[in-house]
Nanobody, 116 residues
Framework: QVQLGEFGGGLVQPGGSLRLSCAASGFPFKNVNMRWFRQAPGKERELVAFISSSGGRTVHAGSVKRRFTISRDNAKNTAYLQLNSLKPEDTAVYYC?????????WGQGTQVIVSS
């Protein structure tokens, strides 16, 4: 059974940092590309970052480039998203996604609120 669980969100002041984690189980994590998405209130879910199965290739959305960093530890079956220099507009629920074969799986999300 594929399971994804995000954690690490919270309330942070503008300019602060958070590290989100996505713990995976039920599939060969080291063979699967991973993605982080976010969905702000009243907005569509958007892709934030991508990392290849080996971790050798990463892509970040323009709005978060040089502030957010995606990474992974295949030994721990975990993907990460480091959020630095946070802005109020980064407030959203953050989700990780894995596509295994023809099926896509999502975690339950973790809330990030950036506010003073």
């Amino acid at each position: 059974q594929v399971q994804l669980g995000e954690f690490g969100g919270g309330l942070v002041q503008p300019g602060g940092s958070l590290r989100l984690s996505c713990a995976a189980s039920g599939f060969p994590f080291k063979n699967v590309n991973m993605r982080w998405f976010r969905q702000a209130p009243g907005k569509e879910r958007e892709l934030v970052a991508f990392i290849s199965s080996s971790g050798g290739r990463t892509v970040h959305a323009g709005s978060v480039k040089r502030r957010f960093t995606i990474s992974r530890d295949n030994a721990k079956n975990t993907a990460y998203l480091q959020l630095n220099s946070l802005k109020p507009e980064d407030t959203a629920v953050y989700y990780c996604k894995a596509t295994v074969g023809q099926l896509s799986y999502w975690g339950q999300g973790t809330q990030v609120i950036v506010s003073s």
